[in-house]
């Protein structure tokens, strides 16, 4: 009893960076809940509105989205640089790169590393992404040094992934998500990160899927890309050339 409890208490402790990041966090939901009329910019965060109207690798996975983002950075490393940071993500692998306090405090037992773990760097479709202890999502595109892709059929009741094939759920959750990694020139390159949703539209999923949690969902994937391109960017400084 008193290993777990001891296992327990190392799963939640935070360190003090790790706290100030999720305050910053924090302030960044509020903002988005305080400018909602800004959502059709943050869709969009870092692309133009003809960059972010092109079509990308896997929107045919959920092509009637009724809730749909596309973030992206410039990174200032080539896209070798940034590619194993994309093939490790995922809980209990490379982490998401994000606001690790936040995501604990849900119990989702996240570690973001800084460093590039081999035994993740050959991912394949059909291998599943964790995304917590209880929940993981298979990969259904997986082009290595470009991009990779999940897909997901959630049963909205019943709280399960179902087989689309074989049932038909009224309250339902269709999910894609996309990161993607492109050149800009020899030394430069830009991440993306691409969510599409479809859900049976309830007002409780209207909300919970657009208004209300868009801030939250922009703030960490936010994160995200800033976590990449400085790992990026520090792993290309630190190479020897």
């Known amino acids: 009893m008193g290993t777990v409890s001891l296992n327990k208490q190392r799963k939640t402790r935070f360190t003090f960076l790790q706290v100030l990041e999720g305050g910053e966090g924090i302030l960044i939901i509020i903002a988005?809940?305080?400018?909602?009329?800004?959502?059709?910019?943050?869709?969009r965060w870092g692309l133009s509105q003809k960059e972010a109207n092109a079509s990308f690798r896997g929107d045919h996975l959920v092509p009637q989205p009724r809730s749909e983002f596309v973030h992206a950075i410039e990174i200032n490393a080539p896209t070798s640089f940034v590619w194993p940071w994309i093939a490790q993500i995922g809980q209990g692998r490379g982490g998401f790169y994000s606001y690790e306090a936040l995501e604990?405090?849900?119990?989702?037992q996240i570690n973001n590393s800084d460093k590039i773990l081999p035994e993740f760097q050959q991912p394949k479709i059909g291998d599943l992404i964790p995304f917590g202890p209880k929940d993981a999502y298979p990969l259904v595109i997986c082009e290595h040094g470009k991009a990779m892709a999940i897909e997901n059929w959630y049963d909205l009741n019943k709280n399960s992934v179902y087989n689309q094939a074989l049932e038909s759920p009224t309250n339902y959750l269709h999910l894609s998500w996309l990161w993607m990694v492109e050149p800009i020139?020899?030394?430069r390159s830009r991440f993306v990160s691409r969510n599409r949703v479809d859900y049976n539209p309830s007002l409780k999923?209207?909300?919970?899927?657009?208004l209300l949690g868009e801030p939250v969902v922009f703030a960490m994937d936010r994160k995200?890309?800033?976590g990449i391109k400085r790992r990026a960017e520090n792993l290309y400084r630190t190479t020897p050339r």
């Open 205 to 210: 999923n209207s909300l919970l899927f657009g």
């Open 224 to 226: 995200m890309c800033y």
């Open 104 to 108: 604990n405090l849900f119990g989702l």
């Open 185 to 187: 020139d020899e030394h």
């Open 32 to 43: 988005a809940y305080l400018t909602l009329f800004f959502k059709p910019l943050r869709d």
